[in-house]
């Protein structure tokens, strides 16, 4: 079935680790996103990418970087992680036109 | 990415009440989407408005793209508690959307 998948669904780790945030999805789409929200509150985009070898930085600035090696796969690592960056990431995938679909998200926190 | 405003931050209503939520800009916009993301859930895609004027229906939700192409609007007829979630609208072009700031709507049964 085609979808697009995160994980790990929850993590809590330390000032300082080094993490990396996964999602993959299987619909074959060229563009790829990853938002930033905290409970209740609007998205934000923080990377995207409109096929592989292609990433941007979107409107909220953020220590994070994602790699696009694969069409299927858009990662997002934080290389020392500090309790502000304790929020949701949901990654997106969308085709040229139309709505975007969604992963059930990571929460991060950092402690 | 098009700036989009979108009120009443929170809505309060009685099952079987109606309820809108309102997105405006002040820019024309190419097109508009609508989501719904449901307490501890993702966004989830309803539905995408490109014509000027369109009005579409999907059971007791039906949404508005304003004539000027700068606001739109998400009707729900007779709520229902499984309506409860966060209605996001987002505009913007085929290379990025910016999501309004959502519309949180519990339902008091």
């Known amino acids: 079935e085609a979808d697009i998948y995160q994980t790990p669904r929850y993590l809590v780790i330390g000032t300082g680790k080094k993490i990396t945030l996964e999602c993959s999805q299987t619909?074959?789409?060229?563009?790829m996103y990853w938002y930033q929200q905290d409970p209740g509150m609007e998205l934000h985009l923080i990377h995207y990418?409109?096929?592989?070898?292609?990433?941007e930085k979107g409107d909220l600035s953020s220590e994070s970087t994602v790699s696009r090696i694969r069409t299927e796969h858009f990662p997002l690592t934080l290389e020392s992680a500090r309790p502000s960056h304790t929020s949701q990431y949901l990654c997106?995938?969308?085709?040229?036109?139309?709505?975007?679909?969604f992963g059930s998200g990571t929460r991060l926190t950092v402690v | 990415g098009q700036q989009v405003m979108q009120i009443p931050q929170y809505q309060h209503v009685q099952e079987g009440e109606d309820f809108t939520t309102y997105c405006n800009s002040s820019?024309?916009?190419?097109?508009i989407q609508w989501y719904k993301q449901r307490p501890g859930g993702h966004p989830v895609f309803l539905i995408q408005?490109?014509?000027?004027?369109e009005v579409k229906k999907q059971k007791r939700l039906t949404f508005q793209f304003g004539e000027a192409k700068k606001n739109s609007s998400l009707h729900i007829t007779a709520t229902q508690t499984t309506d409860v979630g966060t209605y996001f609208c987002?505009?913007?072009?085929?290379?990025?959307?910016?999501f309004g700031s959502g519309t949180q709507l519990t339902v008091l049964p």
């Open positions: 997106a995938s969308s085709e040229w036109e139309g709505g975007y679909t």
């Open positions: 619909m074959g789409h060229d563009k």
């Open positions: 408005l490109v014509k000027s004027g």
């Open positions: 820019t024309t916009l190419s097109n």
């Open positions: 987002a505009a913007g072009s085929a290379r990025q959307l910016t």
């Open positions: 990418s409109y096929g592989v070898n292609s990433t």
